[in-house]
Each structure stands twice: as C-alpha cells, then as structure tokens.
C-alpha cells in the first residue's frame, strides 16, 4: 500500500487549520446570536433538494457557456473569500475593523498570485461561510446533508460526470476552488496559473466542497460543545486519510469522489462523541 507522506501531511495541515478556524469561528458566532438549540434551524430536506436542483442547473449553464462562466466563477470565488473573512474577523475584532481585514485578505488574494496566497484566501473564505452555516443547522440536518451530497458526489462523478467536467472548468478558468497542494513544499510560491496548469505533475487539487461540508457539521456541533467538536474534526481527518489512501493507490489514476470517506467518518465520529 503506497503512503505519499509529502502530499499527506499538507493536506491534513491545510484542513485541519480550516477546521480549527472554522470551529472557532462558529463558536463565536453562536455566542454572539446566543443559539444554543437545534429549533433555530433553517436548513431542511427541502431546502436540500432545492440547493442541488439549483447546483445542477448552474453546472449545466457553466459547462455550456464557457468564457461567461470563468468571469462568473471568479467573481464568485472573491465574494466567498471577502464574505468568509469578514465572518472569521468579526470573531476577533469588532466593525468596522473585521471589514477592514476581510478586504485585506480579498486585495492580498487578487494581487498577489501565487499559490501560498490562494490557499490562505480560500481557507478564510471556506472556513468562515462553513461557519456560518454551520451555526443555523442542527447536528441531525447536518448528517442528512453530508448523506444526500455524498450520494450526488458518487453520482456526479462516476455516472453523469459533470462533476468532473465541472472542476476542469474551474481550473482552467483560473477560478480553483479549492486548495492548490504542491508535491514539493517550496512551490507554494509558483505563480497559481502556472500552478494550475501542471495539476497532477506538480499539484493537486483539494477540493472545498470536500472542506466546507465536513466543516458545516462539526460547526453545528461546536455550537453544543467544543470537545465534540474537536473529536468530530479527528475523525473528519482520519477520513481525508482514508481519501488519500484510496487515490494514490488508484491502479489507474482517476478522479475520484472524496466527499463519500470523509463524511461517513465525520457522521461516526459525531456518534462516537457520545460515548
């Protein structure tokens, strides 16, 4: 079984700060809005189903109009990165400080392009939006939702394949929404479209989606207790392990979907945490 130790520990790293950031953030934000019951929460099956509907829709629309999706993709991009900060700092400093450092952040990400950069942007970005979604959910839609989006990545990916699709898209736009992880550590200073043109030579990609659901249910869980929290996120990492495992000992290296391993270990170690 092969074990590619110099990709592995970046990727734990790089998640494991997201989710420090993210419960931290969440926990915050819960004393702030003074929730402490699930009877606050606004997610349902309904509005699941709603927000895949929607997300199939704007996949077909992105793969059909290229050039006018990579503008929208990058827009987009920045705004979760500006709204993301802003919910990170206005746990640490109060307004108009927090606005402040959140358009540092976004100017840092837009001028200086390289892939250290990148991923510091898209951890504040991801961490701060999980966060906040995290905190208007109970622990029980948050399993609902990993056990539906696990099932649409399995989908996504090996049936219909836009997922697939989807994510080149992405990255050749420039818009990677995602860790950029080079296999050596002195490349996090290449320039990010250099970067993204030798993913898989030189890089990988981890995607947010593969970040920011897992985060999404420890934060509702660190709105009832942190140490719960906490062994949520080991188990969330113990299943970014077992992603890793399954996609370099690939026979013939494919794209996989990684969000199935992760969540089912977040799901148990919600469960564990009981114990």
Do not use: C
């Amino acid at each position: 079984m092969t074990l590619r130790f110099n990709l592995l520990w970046k990727e734990i790293f790089l998640f494991g700060f997201t989710l420090l950031v993210g419960i931290f953030s969440a926990y915050n934000l819960a004393l702030v809005t003074e929730r402490s019951t699930p009877e606050l929460q606004v997610l349902s099956w309904s509005d699941i189903i709603i927000f895949l509907a929607l997300f199939a829709v704007l996949s077909l629309v992105l793969l059909k109009f290229k050039r006018l999706s990579g503008l929208l993709l990058k827009i987009f991009l920045v705004l979760v990165i500006f709204s993301g900060s802003q919910i990170v700092f206005s746990s640490l400093v109060s307004s108009p400080w927090d606005l402040a450092w959140a358009l540092g952040i976004t100017a840092f990400f837009i001028l200086i392009h390289n892939v250290l950069t990148h991923n510091i942007a898209v951890l504040m970005g991801i961490a701060g939006v999980s966060s906040l979604l995290g905190v208007t959910i109970s622990p029980e839609v948050g399993i609902l939702f990993l056990i539906v989006l696990s099932f649409y990545d399995i989908l996504a990916v090996y049936w219909t394949k836009h997922m697939v699709y989807l994510a080149r898209g992405m990255i050749e736009s420039g818009a990677v929404f995602g860790f950029i992880i080079p296999f050596d550590i002195k490349d996090v200073f290449y320039h990010k479209d250099e970067a993204r043109g030798r993913i898989g030579e030189k890089f990988m990609v981890l995607g947010s989606g593969d970040i920011g659901l897992p985060l999404i249910m420890v934060s509702s869980v660190a709105v009832i207790s942190i140490w719960q929290a906490i062994i949520v996120s080991l188990f969330s990492l113990i299943g970014l392990f077992l992603t890793h495992l399954i996609f370099v000992n690939q026979e013939n290296r494919k794209p996989m979907a990684a969000l199935p391993p992760i969540a089912t270990m977040t799901i148990i170690g919600y469960l564990i945490s009981f114990i």
